[in-house]
């Protein structure tokens, strides 16, 4: 995803705003690049383990980062009416009954010409994590389902690239491209096979092909989860 943001970010020091960044695992490598970050984020323990992660960081990077408590809900008056040139929010909308109020604010919080990064499930695949696990009634069940428990144990909420598409247009946002996330490690996560996370060189072949992958059809239809990058109009 990192790499992806990069092909539509504008240069650094550009302002980013990470909507329910939680430790800061999306937004720290972009402050680590260059990009002025605000994390915002409505749990104290996750911003705790924001700060903690932040310590281990370059001091030069640590200036880049402002942390904010604060429901996505109220972004806009959380950074005082603050537009940005890019706003991301991953992994939080699946999480929300109701996602319009927070999808009004990412949008609200973006500038003119900004971008605006979500990161979401993905309906159309729904049927794919429990029919590796040999869950073959939740495999049928998740064709014609949009809710299932996610890995970390909560009902989550699907979405497809068509519908967050056009509640973004509706709210002046243009779909720009989307991308699919984890594909074939998933599919050896699920299946029980391990990856070396230590052999660096395995690691590289592994996101050449995943980057890969998500770029190219049909293998990002089939990907857990989406990234929709949009653009907001002038």
Request: glycine share 8%.
């Amino acid at each position: 995803m990192h790499r992806q943001l990069l092909e539509h970010l504008p240069a650094p020091p550009a302002s980013v705003l990470d909507v329910g960044g939680g430790a800061g695992h999306q937004s720290f490598p972009l402050a680590q690049a260059g990009y002025d970050v605000t994390l915002l984020d409505p749990s104290p323990s996750m911003l705790d383990k924001a700060r903690k992660r932040l310590q281990r960081l370059p001091e030069e990077t640590r200036q880049r980062v402002t942390l904010v408590e604060a429901d996505g809900e109220k972004a806009a008056e959380a950074v005082n009416g603050r537009q940005f040139a890019a706003v991301l929010c991953h992994g939080v909308l699946g999480y929300l009954e109701n996602p319009d109020p927070l999808m009004d604010q990412l949008c609200q919080c973006a500038a003119p010409g900004g971008l605006v990064s979500i990161m979401a499930g993905n309906a159309n695949a729904s049927a794919v994590r429990p029919a590796l696990e040999r869950r073959w009634d939740d495999a049928l069940a998740a064709f014609d389902s949009s809710t299932e428990i996610g890995v970390l144990g909560l009902p989550t909420r699907a979405d497809t690239v068509e519908d967050l598409s056009a509640q973004l247009q509706r709210r002046g946002v243009e779909a720009v491209r989307w991308y699919g996330v984890w594909l074939f490690v998933d599919w050896l996560d699920f299946s029980g096979a391990e990856l070396d996370a230590s052999d660096k060189t395995q690691v590289a072949a592994t996101a050449a092909v995943e980057l890969e992958a998500s770029r190219r059809d049909p293998y990002r239809q089939l990907s857990r989860v989406f990234h929709l990058v949009g653009r907001k109009r002038s």
